[in-house]
């Protein structure tokens, strides 16, 4: 019991840290930017652009039936990847991620000619910002980058349309979304 809180305890102070660090130094607004140039020039390359699972995608098209001009926020979107995805099966997208060096990348990568993007330079915790519900909320791995676990779920499904669906993947060392059985839509 006694490690149990200890784990809980260190997460509730590790993300209480991120939010005063955020708040007072690693703001986007001041321009601190999480990707630097180093960082920059690995994301750019082809390679990690093209490291898209098709598995994975065709996994979510099981249940967002008719993308065709649906509404759909790429959270923690990176290098655009799944955004220019869901573009080109004619959804309506916007991509937000909290790095502007990212922003250069993704645009680059899903090219001008990409009317139905929208790009919004955030950290995720300011998804409420956003104006409008989304069909289908993506989340990849950003959910670690939240300050509270409970207000940034609140803030997402707040942003999701009735009905909508809410794909969220996170990793870990025995993951195999293959294996996942979705129990229910959220």
């Known amino acids: 019991m006694v490690k149990l ?25 001041r321009g601190w930017d999480p990707i ?3 960082q920059l020039k690995t994301y750019s390359s082809n390679v990690h652009l093209q490291n898209i699972d098709s598995a994975q995608l065709d996994n979510i098209l099981k249940y967002f039936v008719n993308p065709k ?8 979107a990176g290098t655009g990847r799944h955004t220019k995805f869901f573009s080109e099966i004619g959804c309506q997208v916007d991509w937000l ?14 090219g001008d000619e990409k009317k139905n993007i929208t790009f919004h330079t955030k950290h995720i915790e300011e998804v409420d910002e956003l ?12 959910w670690y980058y939240c300050f509270n676990d409970y207000s940034f ?17 996170t990793n870990n060392s025995k993951y195999k979304y293959q294996e996942v059985k979705i129990h229910q839509k959220i």
């Not at 991620?97 to 899903?110: F, P, W």
């Not at 104006?131 to 950003?142: A, S, V």
């Open 36 to 38: 630097g140039e180093e």
């Open 5 to 29: 809180f200890i784990f809980f305890y260190t997460i509730f102070t590790v993300k209480m840290i991120n939010s005063i660090l955020y708040k007072l130094f690693r703001n986007h607004r």
């Open 97 to 110: 991620d909290v790095s502007v060096n990212m922003l250069g990348l993704a645009k680059e990568y899903v």
């Open 69 to 76: 001009n649906k509404k759909v926020l790429d959270l923690g």
């Open 131 to 142: 104006t409008g519900h989304y069909d289908l909320i993506f989340i990849r791995l950003c």
């Open 153 to 169: 779920a609140n803030k997402v499904m707040s942003k999701l349309d009735n009905g909508g669906i809410l794909y969220l993947l």
